[in-house]
């Protein structure tokens, strides 16, 4: 199916947790099976930070991370509502879900929150197979992204939005996030 930009709203779909669980990749899938489609890979928005960037891991990056998230939340409301399909793919813990909900709404187009989570040796075992340029690769920083994002993390209520990947392949992955968006069981409000 093949929308223009006046077209109606979309949804925004936010596909999270920690590093090694197939976000990007999943992501991908997803933009590249809709038409028109925006990939908002949340790295790219860090990387465009010149100089004075914080490790976004980091507790002193707070104030930084909040400020990215605003930016990230506006472009993927905007997009959405231009009829572009939005998948915003990156560690995006529930602690800075505010500026996304608070951009929907405003957009009038609904927000879905997708934490893929894999068992921690997995994950670190695939962060640290990462390759390229700014990848995180370090297992003590994976491991603590791990358990911000699991069963003694922070998701509390968020728990029900928890996609296992550990066992599945990524385009098995990407049929489970579409199930869950067409059953609208992970929309954030």
């Known amino acids: 199916m093949h929308t223009t930009r006046d077209a109606r709203p979309t949804d925004v779909l936010v596909v999270t947790g920690p590093p090694g669980t197939g976000k990007s990749t999943v992501a991908r899938i997803l933009a590249d099976a809709a038409t028109p489609s925006v990939h908002l890979h949340t790295d790219d928005f860090y990387a465009f930070i010149r100089r004075g960037a914080v490790a976004p891991y980091l507790p002193e990056a707070h104030e930084q991370n909040r400020v990215v998230?605003?930016?990230?939340?506006?472009?993927?409301?905007?997009?959405?509502?231009?009829?572009f399909h939005?998948?915003?793919?990156?560690?995006?813990?529930?602690?800075?879900?505010g500026p996304l909900v608070t951009a929907a709404g405003r957009a009038g187009v609904r927000l879905h929150y997708l934490v893929l989570r894999a068992d921690e040796d997995t994950t670190v075992a695939r962060g640290t197979a990462r390759r390229g340029a700014g990848a995180l690769t370090d297992p003590g920083p994976l491991r603590d992204m791990h358990r911000r994002f699991g069963d003694l993390g922070d998701l509390g209520d968020l728990e029900r939005h928890v996609i296992d990947s550990t066992a599945q392949t990524a385009a098995e992955t990407a049929d489970a996030v579409r199930a869950a968006v067409r059953a609208r069981t992970h929309l954030l409000t």
Request: hydrophobic fraction near 55%.
């Open 86 to 97: 939005v998948i915003v793919d990156g560690v995006v813990g529930p602690w800075f879900t």
């Open 69 to 83: 998230m605003d930016v990230i939340a506006g472009a993927a409301a905007r997009y959405a509502q231009g009829g």
